[in-house]
């Protein structure tokens, strides 16, 4: 990141590892170009963008691993923190999901698992807006004011579950740092 920014670049893609960076190589409008590895380390990639004065940052993450930031959790290694499930088992529960389904999100193995179930009980949609609406609110948390943050999450085959709201403009000002 203090390279691109010693480049000249504002703005950068911040991805967990090489899903996020082929996740952005694979699909339109992304150039990966500008993205920066952080591993696990969400919450210190924001302090570093803070610290270098970025003007913003989009992370580009698997469902897995931000979907953990809706529950505050900055570094998603499991060693620290996991909670995927009981993250996607409230917000089920919020968008009406009856305890039979939050039992069966529980016993989920991964998270994709989980949004298909989700989905076929049809309160995937409700639920994806509040989790995304959680993953702004911790991500803003950390970023302050003098950073513009958001989120694109998405699923191994190349679905894109959701966006925070500022994810599109991010993008967009990322693009005009790439133009030749």
């Not at 996991?82 to 193995?109: K, S, Y």
């Not at 998405?154 to 500022?166: C, S, V």
Request: aromatic share 4%.
């Amino acid at each position: 990141m203090k390279l691109l920014k010693e480049n000249g670049c504002d703005y950068c893609y911040v991805v967990p590892g090489n899903y996020g960076a082929d996740f952005l190589r694979r699909t339109a409008g992304f150039d990966d170009r500008i993205a920066v590895k952080c591993s696990n380390y969400i919450g210190e990639a924001i302090d570093d963008a803070v610290r270098l004065e970025m003007k913003g940052i989009l992370l580009a993450g698997h469902i897995g691993k931000l979907v953990k930031l809706a529950a505050g959790v900055m570094n998603t290694h499991s060693r620290q923190a996991d909670g995927r499930m009981e993250v996607l088992g409230v917000h089920a529960a919020m968008a009406g999901a009856g305890p039979d389904v939050v039992r069966q999100v529980m016993r989920c193995v991964t998270t994709e698992e989980a949004v298909g179930l989700l989905k076929r009980c049809g309160v995937w949609e409700a639920a994806a807006e509040t989790i995304l609406e959680r993953i702004e609110y911790h991500l803003r948390q950390r970023a302050g004011k003098g950073l513009q943050i958001g989120a694109v999450v998405f699923a191994n085959d190349r679905e894109i579950l959701g966006r925070t709201t500022a994810a599109d403009e991010l993008s967009r000002k990322i693009r005009r740092e790439t133009k030749p």
